[in-house]
């Protein structure tokens, strides 16, 4: 393999990005991993499925890449880290990665200044780190330049995915809408129009583009086919399909056993479904690959919930640990510790602030749903019920927004609100939560007797 063909990495990792194994939409809002579209390089020569050879050479060409970059000081050999280094942050999501690929682009920029298959890169790497408003300025800064096909390709996938992240829902589907002329028939397009459908309210257009962008994945290798499986279950899991959900899940796992996105929807279906001990022993193992804050948090309540408090605790405090050594150096697991401090109602004032300053860049559902979850769990239901409102206004379907949103009605003195809330929290998806679903369901018993 020579360096100019690993170089097309670079390019070919465009992909939405957020720093969690979420195999779709997340209770946390946060955008999953997407593989790239094809038409944004004709030079991928490492496919990852989590287990296996291409595995081991990924790995084995990064360890070559990390020595020979500084060695040979050539922009297009950090810009091949780069794109490596991507890649298995694509496969698991480790936020070192991400960080260590931003590092390698920065390089590759320093020595070749304008280099727009570099800044791709870069605004690629920061999409993973969360930094969304400047990874938009940069994919926005290359498409200005009229660069190659393959880049502006790979420029709007990361603009789309940007400006999703961010909750500008019309330029998601503006940059969404050239990927598709760009690449008619590319799964990887497919996906993230449907992702956009679901964070929009479209329910319908959500599964059809979900079961379309796993049809047209048929070609593709087992390891890529999983993620649209893993999507498609993560999708239908949201919707309370759990039945869908579950069957998807499966297949996932048999076409990629060592994927930790695979793993940690596969411990949502059954966690779902009841089965505690097969939750725990997938979450057990994607976290055994890559620890985060939200398979960790999961994985305590799933350990209280067997009676297991002393591993709950040590998991909790792993979330802790994790979640400081990452301030200083990311952004990209605010939220999700955000909602793991509300959910357990821990440090509400940290957690307010940590949403807040979510709230500043980013407009999705999600984060006006955890900043009026966190308002709530300060006592100032009257300022959550407007954050909550703005959370409902965008459509989205989710039992986690309905379900904050009744406790906020039923703390303002609205019950008759609160029990359509926590209705609609249930009717979508009754076992949303293993902690939460059976509080909201003793609540509307209580509201409702």
């Given at each position: 393999?020579?360096?100019?063909?690993?170089?097309?990495?670079?390019?070919?990792?465009?992909?939405?990005?957020?720093?969690?194994?979420?195999?779709?939409?997340l209770t946390t809002g946060e955008p999953p991993?997407?593989?790239?579209?094809?038409?944004?390089?004709?030079?991928?020569?490492?496919?990852?499925?989590?287990?296996?050879?291409?595995?081991?050479?990924?790995?084995?060409?990064?360890?070559?890449?990390?020595?020979?970059?500084?060695?040979?000081?050539?922009?297009?050999?950090?810009?091949?880290?780069?794109?490596?280094?991507?890649?298995?942050?694509?496969?698991?999501?480790?936020?070192?990665?991400?960080?260590?690929?931003?590092?390698?682009?920065?390089?590759?920029?320093?020595?070749?200044?304008?280099?727009?298959?570099?800044?791709?890169?870069?605004?690629?790497?920061?999409?993973?780190?969360?930094?969304?408003?400047?990874?938009?300025?940069?994919?926005?800064?290359?498409?200005?330049?009229?660069?190659?096909?393959?880049?502006?390709?790979?420029?709007?996938?990361?603009?789309?995915?940007?400006?999703?992240?961010?909750?500008?829902?019309?330029?998601?589907?503006?940059?969404?809408?050239?990927?598709?002329?760009?690449?008619?028939?590319?799964?990887?397009?497919?996906?993230?129009?449907?992702?956009?459908?679901?964070?929009?309210?479209?329910?319908?257009?959500?599964?059809?583009?979900?079961?379309?962008?796993?049809?047209?994945?048929?070609?593709?290798?087992?390891?890529?086919?999983?993620?649209?499986?893993?999507?498609?279950?993560?999708?239908?899991?949201?919707?309370?399909?759990?039945?869908?959900?579950?069957?998807?899940?499966?297949?996932?796992?048999?076409?990629a056993p060592g994927s930790p996105r695979a793993?940690?929807?596969?411990?949502?279906?059954?966690?779902?479904?009841?089965?505690?001990?097969?939750?725990?022993?997938?979450?057990?193992?994607?976290?055994?690959?890559?620890?985060?804050?939200?398979?960790?948090?999961?994985?305590?309540?799933?350990?209280?919930?067997?009676?297991?408090?002393?591993?709950?605790?040590?998991?909790?405090?792993?979330?802790?640990?994790?979640?400081?050594?990452?301030?200083?150096?990311?952004?990209?697991?605010?939220?999700?510790?955000?909602?793991?401090?509300?959910?357990?109602?821990?440090?509400?004032?940290?957690?307010?602030?940590?949403?807040?300053?979510?709230?500043?860049?980013?407009?999705?559902?999600?984060?006006?749903?955890?900043?009026?979850?966190?308002?709530?769990?300060?006592?100032?239901?009257?300022?959550?019920?407007?954050?909550?409102?703005?959370?409902?206004?965008?459509?989205?379907?989710?039992?986690?927004?309905?379900?904050?949103?009744?406790?906020?009605?039923?703390?303002?003195?609205?019950?008759?609100?609160?029990?359509?809330?926590?209705?609609?929290?249930?009717?979508?998806?009754?076992?949303?939560?293993?902690?939460?679903?059976?509080?909201?369901?003793?609540?509307?018993?209580?509201?409702?007797?």
């Open positions: 393999m020579t360096s100019h063909r690993v170089a097309g990495l670079a390019i070919a990792t465009a992909l939405v990005v957020g720093a969690s194994y979420g195999a779709a939409v991993a997407t593989p790239p579209a094809r038409a944004a390089s004709s030079a991928n020569p490492v496919s990852v499925s989590g287990a296996g050879a291409d595995r081991a050479e990924l790995d084995r060409l990064i360890t070559v890449f990390t020595t020979r970059a500084p060695k040979r000081g050539e922009s297009l050999e950090y810009r091949t880290l780069g794109g490596l280094l991507l890649t298995r942050a694509q496969a698991d999501s480790r936020l070192d990665d991400y960080i260590a690929a931003r590092d390698a682009y920065t390089s590759a920029i320093d020595l070749a200044a304008g280099d727009p298959e570099a800044t791709v890169g870069l605004a690629t790497a920061l999409l993973g780190l969360h930094e969304f408003t400047t990874a938009a300025r940069l994919a926005g800064e290359v498409a200005a330049t009229g660069p190659p096909a393959a880049v502006a390709t790979a420029a709007a996938a990361v603009a789309g995915d940007a400006a999703l992240a961010l909750g500008d829902h019309q330029a998601a589907a503006t940059h969404y809408a050239l990927l598709a002329e760009a690449a008619p028939g590319d799964p990887a397009v497919m996906v993230r129009r449907a992702q956009l459908a679901y964070a929009s309210g479209d329910v319908a257009g959500a599964t059809t583009g979900a079961g379309a962008a796993l049809a047209a994945s048929r070609d593709l290798p087992a390891g890529q086919r999983a993620f649209y499986r893993a999507f498609a279950a993560g999708l239908h899991l949201e919707l309370g399909d759990y039945q869908a959900a579950g069957a998807h899940a499966a297949r996932a796992l048999t076409q793993l940690v929807v596969a411990a949502r279906v059954a966690a779902a479904s009841g089965d505690i001990g097969a939750a725990i022993a997938h979450y057990e193992a994607a976290i055994a690959i890559v620890p985060t804050p939200e398979a960790l948090a999961a994985l305590g309540d799933l350990y209280e919930l067997a009676g297991r408090t002393d591993e709950a605790a040590a998991a909790y405090a792993t979330v802790d640990a994790i979640a400081r050594l990452a301030a200083s150096q990311s952004q990209a697991y605010d939220r999700a510790y955000a909602n793991f401090l509300l959910d357990h109602d821990r440090d509400p004032l940290r957690a307010l602030e940590l949403a807040e300053a979510e709230l500043a860049a980013r407009h999705d559902a999600a984060g006006h749903d955890t900043h009026a979850w966190a308002l709530y769990r300060n006592g100032r239901f009257e300022e959550a019920g407007d954050a909550i409102d703005q959370a409902l206004a965008v459509g989205m379907p989710s039992a986690r927004i309905s379900y904050h949103a009744g406790l906020i009605a039923h703390a303002r003195g609205d019950d008759g609100a609160a029990v359509a809330h926590l209705r609609a929290a249930l009717d979508l998806s009754p076992a949303f939560d293993p902690i939460h679903a059976p509080l909201a369901a003793d609540l509307l018993e209580e509201l409702t007797s």
